[in-house]
């Protein structure tokens, strides 16, 4: 896990968070969204892991989801690593 991508992470749920439904998926933002599951998978966050893994349920449903507990996520995870 790239710690120097947390902040990005944050940013971008934060992003998630305030538009939720209204998000529109940038292919840009991949990275972020991969980074996010593997973080969750790498925490062992099985309940947040297994919708990752559902056929035909984009990552971004998911992502706009878990939001906020993804933000806790990220923060924990940034606070260990200082």
Do not use: C, R
Not at 67 to 82: C, G, P, R, T, Y
């Amino acid at each position: 896990m790239d710690n120097n991508k947390l902040p990005e992470m944050l940013a971008f749920l934060q992003k998630v968070s305030e538009m939720n439904e209204d998000t529109v998926y940038d292919s840009s933002d991949e990275y972020l969204v991969n980074a996010i599951i593997d973080l969750v998978k790498e925490q062992g966050h099985t309940s947040i892991a297994e919708e990752f893994d559902t056929p035909f349920l984009h990552s971004m449903i998911t992502i706009q989801k878990w939001a906020e507990e993804l933000k806790v996520i990220v923060i924990e995870n940034f606070s260990d690593k200082k």
